[in-house]
Structures are given as structure tokens and as C-alpha cells.
């Protein structure tokens, strides 16, 4: 059974700096054809972060574009997000997906707290 789960989050103040990682168990992360991470803020809808392609080619949201870098480490079976310069308006659940056609796969989530 594939399951996701994402760690890393927590409180930090305006500027900072987190990592988020997302274990992939029950199945190599090589195998899908794209993974990425969603962020839900509270009364809003679940946005697009980042994405990675099973060829490397990366996309990011208008919003966090320079701030935020998606990676994979095969050898651990994890996707990150490192996340630089963060702002109040970053403050969400966050969500790690992973997609093999036609099946989506989604995590838990962390949560992420920007303090201004």
C-alpha cells in the first residue's frame, strides 16, 4: 500500500526557513509520473506549490517562485521543499502529492505557521 507522509513543518518567525520532506513507503517515487506539494490555508481552497516531473522539470506557483526549491532523493524514497524567505501569507497545511496515471496520492499534511 503506497502512503505519503510529510514532516518538517512548524513555527517559524518572517524570513526564516523550513524543509519539508515527504517519505514515499510501498512504492519507489521513480515510478510516478509527477510529485508535488499543495497548501491549504484555513477558508481557502487547496492551491498548487511546486510540481517535479519524472524527467526533472520543475513548475512553481507565481507566489513562491525564487523562494521555494522542489527535490528528490531517490536513494531515501523522499521529496522535499525547501522553503526560504517565508511569509505570514505562507501559513497553510501543506500537502504532498505523487501521481502514477490515473491514481493520485496524497499525504496527511504538515502544518506551517509564519509568524509576522
Known amino acids: 500500500q503506497v502512503r505519503l507522509v510529510e514532516s518538517g513543518g512548524g513555527l517559524v518567525q518572517a524570513g526564516g526557513s523550513l524543509r519539508l520532506s515527504c517519505v514515499v513507503s510501498g512504492r519507489s517515487i521513480s515510478s510516478f509520473n509527477t510529485m508535488g506539494w499543495y497548501r491549504q490555508a484555513p477558508g481557502k481552497e487547496r492551491d498548487f506549490v511546486a510540481a517535479i516531473t519524472s524527467g526533472g522539470v520543475t513548475n512553481y506557483a507565481g507566489s513562491v517562485e525564487g523562494r521555494f526549491t522542489i527535490s528528490r532523493d531517490y536513494a531515501k524514497n523522499t521529496l522535499y521543499l525547501q522553503m526560504n524567505g517565508l511569509k505570514p501569507e505562507d501559513t497553510a497545511v501543506y500537502y504532498c502529492?505523487?501521481?502514477?496515471?490515473?491514481?493520485?496520492?496524497w499525504g496527511p499534511g504538515t502544518q506551517v505557521t509564519v509568524s509576522s
Open positions: 502529492k505523487a501521481v502514477s496515471f490515473p491514481t493520485t496520492y
